[in-house]
């Protein structure tokens, strides 16, 4: 196991490194003028060559990407004019329209993505997970289809559709909830879980649509093997095989599409963002490609790549742990 997850590990930093050529390649020797873009409208002519000057865009190209690399590991300063900003490593750049080092900006922002993925999570586990087992222990039954259907349709049901029929609901005709506004969970966490129960559900009831297939095809297909006829024979209750035998082998599957839903709502749930009002990352994106705030956009790329690299890790080593075949 500790060869496997070494190899998993250095494996990660390679995509890592890959992903900030990629990246860099992408923001920053695109034609045009990356400067221009970073320092923003209203820009003086001083200010754009000390952007310049930090940027490194005034050196060969390995140069800059040495500099962008080791700004990301060791920090880096930045001439705003009057005055010198040092950023603290891990530092993404600093945004000149912002007047602020995006590494703060991110996150300011990232608790709002964090306490929107975590209770997201557990909803579309327990309603996924949970629906999945109700279809599967009679196939073909009234149930079995009902469960299907409604799976289907939500499946098939964009998540802004969903959150707007949640928001008119919930908000609008019954009035049981107030419009959602972030609240942290330090100051009030009955409030914070509130606030946040409509953009969980909107998340999770799309997402559960896919966990309850999966665990009904692998709660299906495990029901159907030899050992667990065998075990009928002996006189097992259904619930016992169901609980101790058919349910461990969907995990593996169940966990690793986890572990990948997870890293990628982490990094920026764009629409539920948008649609409940929430300052996540999704929404500061939406903001700054607006703005064409280059290194804020730039930056959220690179977190966004590293926590679905960091999410495909966790799943990995999560499947390694259930089923020990695949480390070989």
Known sequence: MTSFLLRRLFGALGVLLALSAVVYVVFYLIPGDPAVLACGKGCTAAQLQAVRHSLGTDRPIYEQYWTFLTTLVGGHSFN??????????????YSYQSSEPVTQMLLQRL???????????????????????????????LRDRATTFTVLALSSTPVFILAL??????????????????????????????????????????????????TRSGVLET????????????????????TRHAVRGA??????????DIGTTMAGAVFTETMFGLPGL????????????????????LIAGALIILANTAADVLNAALDPRVRI
């Open 165 to 214: 029929f949640l928001l008119v609901v919930a908000c609008v005709w019954i009035q049981v909830l107030p419009f959602p506004t972030y609240v942290p969970i330090t100051e009030d966490p009955l409030q914070w879980a509130q606030n946040l129960l409509l953009p969980w559900l909107a998340i999770a009831l799309v997402s559960a649509a896919t966990y309850a297939r999966l």
């Open 223 to 242: 029901l159907g093997l030899d050992h667990i006829r065998t075990l009928r024979a002996y006189g097992w209750s259904e619930r016992r095989i169901v």
């Open 111 to 141: 608790p709002v993505d964090v306490s929107l993925t975590l209770g997201a999570a557990v909803m579309w586990l327990v309603l996924g997970i949970g629906a999945g087992l109700y279809s599967a222990r009679r196939p073909g039954s």
């Open 282 to 301: 999704g929404k500061l994106v939406v903001d700054s490609a607006s703005s064409l705030d280059l290194p804020v956009v730039c930056g959220i790329t």
């Open 251 to 260: 995990l593996p599957t169940l966990a690793t599409m986890a572990a990948m």
């Open 80 to 93: 705003t004019g009057p005055t010198t900003v040092w950023c603290s490593a891990p530092c993404l750049g």
